[in-house]
């Protein structure tokens, strides 16, 4: 019994010293780790599955802004607004149906460099976003968040290669 439980408290501090190491190689440290700690299978998951837990938050986030923004889309007048957010949509269309089923594929497929380049791609999307959409803060945030997490998992993809 007391070697199961030193067994299993070594495996859990090795699981969270492997998030917190991969997530320090990271841009953005907090969010690295909030993203993989909150999913229950981070606490097994080798750098691989780690890659594979962040790509998976970054389809869920990146499909919620490609929704938001055909929303905006139905709801705005004014023109200069109206195409910047028809090329955020165009952009997302790529990266949501594109980009990130190719970095999934790629690394559940154990090809990172496949996964890399994807991930690449979909943050130069997000960034031409970005420069039409500053006057939607809440359009912003996503395609912020989106872009932050699209790096988290382009860095933790290098360590695969």
Same mark, same amino acid.
């Given at each position: 019994? @007391?070697?199961? $439980?030193?067994?299993?408290?070594? *495996? !859990? ?11 320090? #190689? ?6 690295? @780790?909030?993203? $993989?700690?909150?999913?229950?299978? *981070? !606490? ?11 790509? #998976? ?14 929303q905006l889309i139905k709801k705005t007048k004014y023109q200069p607004l109206l195409d910047a957010l028809k090329l955020c949509a165009d952009k997302y ?69």
């Amino acid at each position: 019994m @007391v070697v199961f $439980l030193v067994l299993f408290l070594l *495996s !859990s501090q090795v699981s969270a010293d492997l998030i917190s190491d991969t997530c320090k #190689k990271t841009p953005s440290y907090n969010l690295c @780790v909030s993203t $993989l700690r909150a999913d229950p299978g *981070s !606490s097994k998951a080798d750098v691989q599955g780690l890659a594979l837990i962040a790509v #998976k938050r970054l389809v869920v986030e990146g499909t919620k802004t490609e929704n938001e923004i055909k929303q905006l889309i139905k709801k705005t007048k004014y023109q200069p607004l109206l195409d910047a957010l028809k090329l955020c949509a165009d952009k997302y269309n790529i990266i949501v149906h594109f980009d990130f089923p190719v970095a999934v594929e790629a690394i559940t497929k154990g090809n990172p460099k496949f996964a890399e380049g994807a991930t690449v791609d979909a943050a130069r999307a997000s960034d031409k976003c970005a420069a039409g959409i500053t006057s939607t803060p809440d359009l912003a945030s996503s395609n912020k968040l989106v872009h932050d997490l699209d790096d988290i998992v382009l860095y933790i993809v290098r360590l695969l290669l």
